[in-house]
């Protein structure tokens, strides 16, 4: 197996029984606000889409679904991967495209095309992407691999009975907002993204130990950020109050931690040949640019920033102009007030209103109410603020997911008062009635399977409220405090509550025989 990294979560994947093209990014994303990093625009592109013989696209993320690459250079024949989602918009947006030939698979379930085992696993709940997000496994009969992308939690077990990993592509780096577009203080926003960061970090350690590959190579990030509005976003910031880590440095902590993980940088263009455990490791960059890329950061985005100059000029051209405030509310109205009706828990979950301000104009989301109104001067919670361009792009779009378009733009400031409401982002992402329908209906099911496992003292439900996770295996208790380590929720196990967002309790008792 011969696998080239094509920058982020990008893989180009060669077997003698056929080649998998996987989230082929290159594109600014998010409002021109993220960019592969490093550099990835003078890859063949065509080379990718024309050789391959599978498409892979894990999720409708626009760092994963580059829509201009796959329409210019992705011949349409190809055969595309399609994941087990809830909902067929991945497939829509794919056929939009002039994609035509499509592979349906279930998840978790393997199925063999011309001596090439496929597996992919699809994780479907709210927080899952934009209503989905996947895992790739791969087996030519020599080699097993394993590209995470976004998606986690995995179930590894059933990964892992696939077959023993031998290349494992582990997501690494930060994917969120958090914490650098909230109001805090810089000291509290420095402290915040440290406990980001590592959190981050410990996540991809317990998916290291648990999948136990023989070669780890960390993908899907970090973006970069070349907007000089954005520029001190990138990496972990001018004084540390950012997330993104970058590959060198992931490398190094983790050489720290598990000096036994044989690791391999991939960059845009590298090779990787796993053979057991040896592996050929190919760079297109020498020692000296690598040096400069991770050495010299900013002075290497700055180079970069200027030669994308054009693009992001085209993207703001590309913006609607800002609608006047009559025009604004009466198309929220429109839009959002059929969605509150019928969005039950979601608004039973924020539990009062949001305010969005949109340059001058001041909105109030009424959750109790199911109302789009202008805001009279009530205390609000959850506020964000954002230019009126932006959203009357995502008006003119019907863009229903805001959390793939504004969102991660990170082109927005917010303010909240308490802790995370899930269910108030969970809202921005599904701006459509069948992603309203479809949420609804997950929450109504219930998240607790009702099973109970015994944990250093106490007796708690197997599965976490926030997304299923395991707590048996991801369960860490620190006097009376639950963490779910794999994204770092915390739980008052005396009183059950969640200490990280509304909402979520979770069951548990103390164990009379320990």
């Not at 990787?272 to 960059?285: D, Q, S, V, W």
Request: glycine share 8%.
């Amino acid at each position: 197996m011969r696998i080239t990294g094509l920058g982020h979560a990008g893989l180009f994947i060669e077997t003698e029984a056929g080649s998998v093209l996987c989230d082929p990014w290159v594109n600014p994303a998010f409002f021109g606000s993220w960019f592969p990093f490093p550099d990835n625009t003078d890859l063949d592109w065509a080379h990718y889409g024309r050789s391959a013989d599978y498409l892979y696209v894990s999720h409708l993320h626009r760092d994963h679904f580059d829509a201009q690459n796959l329409r210019r250079n992705v011949r349409k024949d190809i055969t595309v991967l399609l994941p087990a989602f809830a909902t067929d918009e991945l497939e829509r947006a794919l056929r939009a495209l002039g994609f035509t030939r499509f592979l349906r698979t279930e998840s978790g379930k393997p199925v063999e095309r011309d001596g090439l085992r496929i597996m992919i696993t699809a994780l479907t709940g709210p927080g899952d992407g934009p209503i989905g997000d996947s895992a790739l496994s791969l087996d030519d009969g020599r080699t097993v691999l394993l590209n995470q992308n976004d998606a986690h939690p995995l179930d590894i077990p059933a990964i892992r009975a696939f077959g023993e990993v031998d290349a494992y592509f582990v997501q690494f780096s930060g994917a969120i907002w958090y914490p650098m577009v909230y109001q805090l203080p810089d000291s509290a926003k420095r402290e915040f993204a440290a406990r980001k960061r590592q959190g981050q970090f410990d996540r991809a350690l317990r998916y290291i130990d648990a999948v136990e590959a023989a070669h780890v190579f960390p993908n899907a990030g970090p973006p970069c950020f070349l907007d000089d509005a954005l520029f001190e976003f990138n990496g972990t910031g001018r004084d540390g109050e950012s997330i993104f880590t970058d590959q060198r440095e992931f490398l190094a902590q983790l050489a720290e931690a598990r000096p036994d993980v044989s690791a391999h940088l991939l960059l845009p263009g590298t090779v990787a040949e796993p053979e057991g455990t040896a592996c050929k490791l190919t760079h297109r960059h020498t020692d000296r640019e690598i040096d400069h890329i991770f050495g010299d950061k900013r002075a290497y985005l700055r180079d970069f920033a200027r030669r994308q100059r054009p693009a992001l000029a085209a993207e703001r051209a590309s913006r609607s102009p800002q609608l006047p405030r009559h025009r604004l509310l009466s198309e929220l109205k429109r839009w959002w007030e059929p969605l509150l009706a019928r969005a039950d828990h979601i608004c039973a979950g924020v539990g009062g209103p949001a305010r969005l301000d949109v340059g001058e104009v001041p909105i109030v989301i009424d959750f109790p109410a199911r109302e789009v109104r202008e805001w009279n001067g009530e205390r609000c919670r959850y506020t964000l603020s954002t230019t009126g361009d932006l959203v009357a792009t995502n008006v003119a779009k019907r863009e229903v997911d805001w959390s793939n378009s504004l969102l991660l733009s990170m082109r927005f400031t917010a303010s909240r008062i308490g802790p995370y409401n899930e269910f108030l982002y969970v809202f921005f992402k599904c701006l459509s009635m069948e992603r309203i329908e479809y949420v609804e209906n997950y929450y109504a099911s219930g998240e607790d399977d009702g099973q109970d496992i015994e944990l250093d003292g106490w007796r708690i439900q197997r599965r976490c409220p926030h997304l299923r996770a395991d707590l048996g295996r991801f369960g860490k208790i620190e006097g009376d405090v639950l963490t779910c380590t794999l994204h770092g929720w915390r739980y008052d196990l005396t009183t059950g509550r969640c200490l990280t967002a509304d909402g979520h309790e979770l069951r548990a008792t103390r164990c009379e025989n320990p």
